[in-house]
């Protein structure tokens, strides 16, 4: 004889089953969660994350075909590296002060731009500063490892290394002048 279950088990077993827990999370991309991180890199390319530290900061200990793997990898994933993270371990931020006048005329933009292009290209960022002030006055060098100078009152920059640029007379000068005081300083502070 087969036992029939009773109306009570019958009824147990079906609301468990409709009680199945319904996944209603909105699926968002790794990016909106959190940074993509030298980790996330580092299984993407099948290395791991000292292969990935490599191929940033000394890419010629690296074999050409793993340096492509992590290149590819951190194309895809969109990594930047956190620049606060390597300051913490080099002591450095890599920003560098670009003081300039308030009422800067003439070649202004173009020392603001070639700043920018030049300290790019060696690893660097600017920080634009409008300074209006005497000689005697300050400029705060929390968090920037030096400053370009283009200023009439050149403000007190110490304790890091600073150049300055002096007086103007054309685009190119300025190009000239702005791309040499950024390379030397730049230069000074990697020692």
Sequence with gaps: MVAMPSERQKNTAS???????????VKM????LKPISIHDVAARAGVSTATVSRVLNNPELVAEATSSRVRDAIDALGYRPNLFAKGLMTKRSSLIGLVVPPKAEGAWCHVVKTAHDEAARLGFRIVLICFEGSADDRVS????DGFV????????????????????????????KTRAAIAQLIGRILG
Excluded at 141 to 144: C, E, G, K, P, S
């Design 15 to 25: 609301s468990a089953s409709a009680q199945k827990p319904v996944d209603t999370a």
């Design 29 to 32: 991309p790794h990016s909106a």
């Design 141 to 144: 060098a929390d968090f920037l």
């Design 149 to 176: 100078v283009w200023s009439e009152a050149a403000p007190k920059t110490e304790p890091v290394p600073t150049e300055r640029i002096g007086t103007l007379s054309s685009v190119a000068e300025a190009q000239e």
